[in-house]
């Protein structure tokens, strides 16, 4: 029996830190002191994601385990985030559901790509959709007053760099859904 490496413990810790996320973004006896809280699991989560794949392909840590669990959770994470947005109504579902999507489609790529034994790599404009929208949720968790417009802008930013990276993946890996029996 492997025993599980340190790039995987992380990613495990990351979808352990998630309920305790929610609970603090929600729980209104905790006021504002419940968001701090909650901003900093989110920013300790966040930071194994970027933790957990430096050290897997340092150390050459990579495992099947760890393809798999890592985007999920990733995207689990964020999506936690903006539901917790759109109940806190602090986020229209129109931008969370445009998110979303992108995420579940994207996924969707992969999972028939993979059955062909092709891996769908993230790309720059995935990467700046994925600093963006962590950017957007740590101002949204914060709610300054005076960085409201900042935070209005990376809303927008993140939602069109979703939008570009989608179009990107849908653009490079259409011959994905073309090949085989589909």
Not at 18 to 41: K, N
Request: aromatic letters at 10%.
């Amino acid at each position: 029996m492997n025993k599980m490496n340190l790039p995987n413990k992380l990613t495990i810790l990351r979808v352990l830190l998630i309920p305790f996320f929610v609970f603090f973004m929600l729980a209104d006896s905790f006021g504002y002191t419940g968001r701090l809280v909650a901003l900093a699991l989110f920013c300790i989560a966040s930071f194994t994601d970027f933790l957990d794949g430096h050290i897997a392909r340092k150390h050459n840590l990579v495992t099947n385990f760890g393809k798999f669990m890592d985007p999920l959770a990733d995207k689990l994470l964020v999506c936690s985030a903006l539901i917790c947005f759109v109940e806190m109504e602090e986020l229209a579902a129109w931008i969370v559901i445009i998110i979303m999507a992108r995420e579940f489609i994207i996924s969707g790529f992969r999972l028939v790509a993979s059955d062909s034994g092709v891996v769908i790599a993230a790309n720059m404009w995935g990467k700046f959709k994925t600093v963006s929208q962590m950017i957007m949720i740590i101002l949204i968790i914060l709610d300054v007053e005076e960085l409201e417009m900042v935070t209005d802008i990376f809303i927008y930013l993140a939602l069109a760099l979703t939008v570009i990276s989608l179009e990107e993946y849908v653009r490079k890996n259409l011959h994905v859904l073309k090949e085989g029996n589909v």
